[in-house]
């Protein structure tokens, strides 16, 4: 699983993997032991963790970088706080984490969610390996491929139909009521 795949939708709790689509939403499952499937609909907010980034004092920061260092962290030993240990203390924790985050953006709120995203996704995700070339290096591809692609032979123009060499209109079949 990567974090492409792995969502927040607002009034759930919890974090779900999406599974499918439809035509007015995702259908979703969630990351824990019930794997519950629901579906989406257009008026919930969705928001794909991978979308997500961090304000900082320099530019943002991607959530899987915050995540890659937030591991790095918590192997090393660091404990990750709860939300009874109180506004500074979570700061100065994020601020291990990510030294430059932007005090005024970031709320106490917002780092106590990572954490515990963190804490949701450490089982199912490998931050320390990198995720799969995303979708602007593709995008990166197929503009080159454009650009070196052959010109293709020139198609033959459309032939207009005028209204005397059209086919007839099949006669329109109706039913009659039987008495």
């Known amino acids: 699983m990567e974090l492409k795949d792995v969502v927040s939708i607002g009034g759930k709790p919890g974090l779900h993997k999406i599974v499918g689509q439809r035509t007015n939403g ?3 499952e969630s990351i824990d032991d019930r794997k519950k499937r629901t579906p989406t609909s257009l008026t919930q907010k969705v928001s794909i963790l991978d979308d997500i980034s961090i304000y900082t004092t320099d530019e943002d920061v991607r959530l899987f970088d915050v995540f890659k260092s937030l591991d790095t ?16 203390a979570i700061r100065d ?3 291990e984490i990510l030294p430059n985050f932007d005090r005024d953006q970031v709320y106490t709120s917002d780092i106590l969610k990572i954490c515990s995203w963190y804490a949701i996704l450490k089982d199912h995700i490998d931050f320390q390996k990198e995720p799969e070339a995303s979708d602007d290096s593709d995008e990166k591809k197929e503009t080159t491929k454009a650009k070196t692609k052959k010109p293709s032979a020139k198609k033959a123009p459309v032939k ?3 209204a005397k060499s059209a086919p007839a209109k099949a006669p329109k079949v109706t039913q009659r009521k039987m008495s």
């Open 26 to 28: 995702l259908i979703v």
């Open 73 to 88: 962290k918590v192997n090393d030993g660091l404990g990750i706080p709860v939300k009874k240990d109180g506004g500074d």
């Open 93 to 95: 924790f994020f601020g």
């Open 160 to 162: 207009k139909v005028s």
